[in-house]
């Protein structure tokens, strides 16, 4: 039986990954929103198979296009749900949802367990596990963050709690892509920084986002990627993910990262010399 759930997904050239996940909610769900950025892909025919509802709208980023969706589109039921095309839910999660939300009153939103797998190994070390992200929220009571990266889902109204099972994100995608991506999230990220903003959210992102403005970006240029990279290996544990979690928590903690500080440090030679 489909419970009274909206599922939003945004996409972009997601033929490898999309199936899996609509295969996952196909049945489970009442409406599933695909929200694309003109796909030239097959990820259009793949979200109509499934019967999803699809939309595009011009990508300008994550929290824009989200915000648009769900002040933009059709939907019919009290909860959203928000999914990434590489994203499934374990069916003690689905479980757990529709009890959940068929019997909460007071409660505007969820926290749910992100759990990442990569090159098919689950990164459950390097402080990496568990990720709590506010994904389940009453329609008309949460909003993407304004950011071009790290953006979360906050509450408007009220209060949240936690789910007790996982999703999972389980990107099938080369590592080529991830490194073009990771590579675009970099140019991202070294703007956010430049902006100097810190806007405080609740919860685990709030404490994560606090210690990196406080204590991580107050560390010097390229040693603090360095010194992340062996925290989150040998001090976190790390290395307890096989040379999958070697690979992960390299590029993730340590390239990513001083790429970042290198575009950083770009645009600050060019603002300081005109």
Known sequence: MRISLSVIILTYNEELNLENCL???????????????????????????????????????????????????????????RLDADEYLTEELKEEIKKEISSSTEVNGYFIKRRVYFMGRWMKHGGYYPTWLLRLFRKGKACSEQREMDEHIILLEGSAEKLKNDFIDDNKKNLESWIAKHNDFSTREARERLKSEFVGIEGQ????????????????????????????????????????????HFLQGYWHQFLTDAKEYEAMKKIKHG
């Open 205 to 248: 992102a709030g404490r994560k986002r606090w210690i990196k403005q406080n204590l991580y970006l107050r560390l010097p240029l390229f040693l603090r990627a360095f010194l992340y990279f062996i925290y989150r290996y040998f001090f976190r544990f790390g290395f307890l993910d096989g040379k999958e979690g070697l690979i992960f």
């Open 23 to 81: 295969k996952n909610i196909a049945d489970w769900t009442g409406e599933i929103f695909v929200v694309d950025s003109f796909s030239i892909d097959k990820t259009l025919e793949i979200a109509g198979q499934y019967g999803a509802k699809v939309v595009q709208h011009l990508f300008e980023n994550q929290a824009q296009q989200f915000n648009w969706a769900i002040d933009n589109l059709d939907i019919k039921n009290e909860w959203i749900l």
